[in-house]
Nanobody, 122 residues
Framework: QVQLVESGGGLVQDGGSLRLSCAAS????????VGWFRQAPGKEREFVAC????????SSADSVKGRYTISRDNARNTVYLQMDTLKPEDTASYYC???????????????WGKGTLVTVSS
C-alpha cells in the first residue's frame, strides 16, 4: 500500500510562493495519476492539479492555471506543486492524492495524504 507524505505548507503573504511535495512511501507512483486537492474551511474538497506519473501529462483547475505548476521527479518518486502569485483565497488544506484513472475526482482516489496547511495572508 502506497503512503503519501506531504510537506511544504506554511504561511506566506499575498503574492508569495510555496512549493508542496508529495513523496511515495512503501511503494511507487509508477502507473498512477498523482494530484492535489484542497479544502478550505466550510467548503468542499476541490481538484487543483494532477499529473500522470509515467507520461508527465498534466491537468489543472482553471482557478490555478498560470499560477500553479505540477511536476514530478521519477527518481525520487515525488510530485511537486509549485504555487506562485498566491492569493488569500488559496488558503486551504492541500491534500496529495493518487488514483488509477482520469479524471482524478475524489471518488476515484485510491490513496490520500494527510494534508498540509497553506495560509496566504493579505
Amino acid at each position: 500500500q502506497v503512503q503519501l507524505v506531504e510537506s511544504g505548507g506554511g504561511l506566506v503573504q499575498d503574492g508569495g510562493s510555496l512549493r508542496l511535495s508529495c513523496a511515495a512511501s512503501g511503494g511507487t507512483f509508477i502507473g498512477y495519476i498523482v494530484g492535489w486537492f484542497r479544502q478550505a474551511p466550510g467548503k468542499e474538497r476541490e481538484f487543483v492539479a494532477c499529473i500522470s506519473f509515467d507520461e508527465g501529462i498534466t491537468s489543472s483547475a482553471d482557478s490555478v492555471k498560470g499560477r500553479y505548476t505540477i511536476s514530478r521527479d521519477n527518481a525520487r518518486n515525488t510530485v511537486y506543486l509549485q504555487m506562485d502569485t498566491l492569493k488569500p483565497e488559496d488558503t486551504a488544506s492541500y491534500y496529495c492524492a493518487a488514483g488509477n484513472s482520469l479524471p482524478l475526482s475524489p471518488s476515484r482516489v485510491a490513496y490520500w495524504g494527510k494534508g498540509t496547511l497553506v495560509t496566504v495572508s493579505s
